[in-house]
């Protein structure tokens, strides 16, 4: 595996490329380390929300300190009749695998981890954090499809959860009373109803996961 060295701030953003196996599964994932990272959120992003590698999320997670780790979703082979629950299945397996590496890795090892997803990412995210058992210090997830998750996986997980939702949409999962801090916030309406995150959102994700991720 490459080495990497952290990158200084003001650069355009550069994310480095590492494969990976999660068992017979090959991936890519793109790693973004800047030098006064405190903290490493891996983010699974649909192509159609802002969440992709050089967007201004990820510019908004680095620009507060923190690494960013992308998680694409598995291609689906042309003509093959896969269930959309168990490519999440697959998606999540690679989130899980990115966090376990990233655990061997000097640059990165010691970092509190966080997980970010929109969408169908979003449901990657919460099947991967409910199988990292407590070891994720945060989650968010903007518009999640919920649908698509386990009933143990929104039991199971344990992370402190923050639910984004566009407008007055429902999001299906809503705050439960118990030991998990878990919070619903509602952004404004995206014009024409189309699925793009704004600043609202950066804000969100970017002060829940440095409340909970930065070291006190």
């Known amino acids: 595996q490459p080495r990497f060295e952290p990158q200084p701030l003001g650069l355009e953003l550069q994310f480095r490329p590492v494969r990976l196996m999660a068992g017979s599964d090959a991936f890519e994932i793109g790693l973004c380390v800047p030098e006064s990272a405190k903290t490493l959120v891996l983010v699974a992003g649909d192509s159609r929300t802002t969440l992709q590698a050089g967007t201004e999320m990820a510019r908004s997670l680095v620009g507060a300190g923190m690494a960013v780790m992308q998680v694409d979703a598995p291609e689906r082979p042309s003509g093959a009749a896969r269930g959309e629950a168990d ?7 690679r ?27 979003a449901a990657a995210a919460i099947e991967a954090a409910a199988a990292l058992d407590g070891t994720v210090g945060a989650l968010v997830v903007l518009e999640p499809r919920l649908d ?14 923050l639910v984004l939702v566009q407008g007055q949409s429902q999001p299906g999962w809503m705050p439960q009373a118990g030991p998990v801090e878990c919070v619903l916030r509602r952004l404004p309406a995206a014009v024409g109803g189309r699925e793009v995150p704004g600043t ?3 804000t969100e994700a970017r002060t829940w996961l440095a409340r909970h991720l930065f070291p006190a």
Do not use: F, H
Not at 87 to 93: E, K, S, V
Not at 97 to 117: F, K, S
């Open 87 to 93: 490519a999440i299945g697959q998606w999540a397996g």
């Open 95 to 121: 989130l899980i695998e990115a966090a376990r590496w990233a655990r061997t890795r000097a640059l990165v090892w010691d970092m509190p981890q966080g997980l970010l997803g929109a969408g169908r990412g």
């Open 148 to 161: 698509l998750v386990s009933r143990v996986a929104l039991a199971l997980n344990r992370a402190p959860t």
């Open 200 to 202: 609202g959102a950066q």
